[in-house]
């Protein structure tokens, strides 16, 4: 009844060896369960967080940098307590409290998932790759 397209109708759904090898994957290893199965991609985000939070911080530490650098040629100080240099101090002031807030979000999103990779490192996964005891040759290939 169903075409595959290669001319052939029975498949080893209809022979029984397709129950078999759901079966077998079944027993072999099976995949985490719970939050194991976010550990990676946490400790990836983690990761991509914490980088991007760095890089954010040091391109802002940069640019306060030059900000006061700037302002002291004509020789003020940034440390003044006039109101211009407070503009100055505090122009990066919320995109530095952000980058501090996502860089420890990063940092602990990673931990938690590097901790649960740690624990289910034994863990056996779905492993597909599993030899089922059929020796085929060139012979059964080419249809001979």
Sequence with gaps: MEDSGTGDSTSADTTGQGAAGNDDAGQGRRSPQGLARYARPALIAGAVIAVVSIALLVIIFFLDSFNATVYSVGGKNVQDATDEARAIRDTY??????????????????AAGGVLVYRHRNDEGRNTDEDD????????????
């Design 93 to 110: 002031a919320a995109a530095r409290l952000g980058g501090i807030i996502f860089l420890i979000a990063g940092v602990l999103l990673a």
């Design 133 to 144: 005891g059929q020796d085929v040759d060139f012979e059964d290939l080419a249809g001979q």
